[in-house]
Each structure stands twice: as C-alpha cells, then as structure tokens.
T-cell receptor, first 112, second 116 residues
Framework: GDSVTQMEGPVTLSEEAFLTINCTYTATGYPSLFWYVQYPGEGLQLLLKATKADDKGSNKGFEATYRKETTSFHLEKGSVQVSDSAVYFC???????????FGTGTRLLVSP | DVKVTQSSRYLVKRTGEKVFLECVQDMDHENMFWYRQDPGLGLRLIYFSYDVKMKEKGDIPEGYSVSREKKERFSLILESASTNQTSMYLCATLRTSGAASTDTQYFGPGTRLTVL
C-alpha cells in the first residue's frame, strides 16, 4: 500500500541555518503530496502542497518540489527562525482516495 | 476560516470507562476523520465519515466506534477504555473542491487522552 518515509529527528539548527527535511513516498498512480506543521500544543496545519510532478509548493519561506523520478518531496527553507520550531509531517493522498497517509513526523528545534 | 473544535484538550479516564470524544466543524464539510497520534508512529486513521450516518473503518478501528448523526458533528467512542488507548486524538475535516487532488484537510487542536 501507499507509504511515506521521512527522516527521523530531532533536527537541531541554529537560527538562520538552512533546513532540509527529507521525505520519500511509495504510491501507485499520481498522488498529491503535502507538508503539515504542528506547533506545540496545537493541531496540524497545512504548510504547502503539490498535486503533480515538478510542481513546487511554497509558503512562509518553505518550499518542496514534487519529484516523481525520485519519489521525493523534500522540505527546504533557506533561513530558519526560532518560531519554526515544530513537528513537520509529510503526507500523501492517493488518486481517487480521500484519506491521507502520513509519515512519522520530524521535530525541528531552532536555537537563537 | 475553517474552525474545527474538539470538546476537550485534556481528558483523564479509568480503564473500562466509556469515553466520548466530540468534534464539531462549522464549514459544512462532507468528510470528517479521526486520527490518533503517537510518538514514532505519526498519525494513524481510526475512522472516517463521508456523509451523515456513513462511516468507514480506517487503519486501526479496533476498540473504537464512531457516530455521525449531524453533518457538523463526528464523535469517537471508546466503548471500554484501555491503557493502550492513551494517545493524542485529532479530528479533521475535508474540503472537497471540483478536482479531488486539491482537497485540503483541516485539523482540530487535539484531545490528549490518558487512560489510567
């Protein structure tokens, strides 16, 4: 079945460092891909998404490109802030299905 | 903005108790979901509903049931709570646009349930 694999955390960075969180997926057909973020004590919020190959999703300085050839959707940000500290989830929705399949989440800790 | 509310942020129950977790949304979304979130396991789907009185099992339905009597409300029921059901429970709704690939799930703040 469909699955998502993302790098284990925590990822610890200093403010203004470059961020990459890796995400790869296994799915049949052409899934839609998502990154969700969970700030401490809150539910999940959609951060960005991409619905077809080579699409780039972006929001709040974060970017991810849908790479079908490598089945990847890595999350990047050029300069992280302390306020970016959160847990980040990669997810996919398979063609014709309503439910999401999530990765295990990656905790990001940014220090001043 | 979509608002998804859950009845409690924190809940403590005893083994064997019947537990109700309530989720209410205000945007007339057809689809609603219950997930549990555990460290190292991410989010796992328990049940979902695509219409009033309709329900489908997710990946881990054992020990749970659901109820959807009104479109805006989706309840998760633990008939006899057990310690292995201690977890964070997240409700979500789904906005359905004309193209299924653009659908976005909206999440509530979560209920942290502890079963003693």
């Amino acid at each position: 079945g469909d699955s998502v694999t993302q790098m284990e955390g925590p990822v610890t960075l200093s403010e203004e460092a470059f961020l990459t969180i890796n995400c790869t997926y296994t799915a049949t057909g052409y899934p839609s891909l998502f990154w969700y973020v969970q700030y401490p004590g809150e539910g999940l919020q959609l951060l960005l998404k991409a619905t077809k190959a080579d699409d780039k999703g972006s929001n709040k300085g974060f970017e991810a490109t849908y790479r079908k050839e490598t089945t990847s959707f890595h999350l990047e940000k050029g300069s992280v802030q302390v306020s970016d500290s959160a847990v980040y989830f990669c997810a996919l929705r398979g063609t014709g299905f309503q439910k999401l399949v999530f990765g295990t989440g990656t905790r990001l800790l940014v220090s001043p | 903005d979509v608002k998804v509310t859950q009845s409690s942020r924190y809940l403590v129950k005893r083994t064997g108790e019947k537990v109700f977790l309530e989720c209410v949304q205000d945007m007339d979304h057809e689809n609603m979901f219950w997930y549990r979130q555990d460290p190292g396991l991410g989010l796992r789907l328990i049940y979902f509903s695509y219409d009033v009185k309709m329900k489908e099992k997710g990946d881990i339905p054992e020990g749970y049931s659901v109820s959807r009597e009104k479109k805006e409300r989706f309840s998760l029921i633990l008939e006899s709570a057990s310690t292995n059901q201690t977890s964070m429970y997240l409700c979500a709704t789904l906005r359905t646009s004309g193209a299924a690939s653009t659908d976005t799930q909206y999440f509530g703040p979560g209920t942290r349930l502890t079963v003693l």
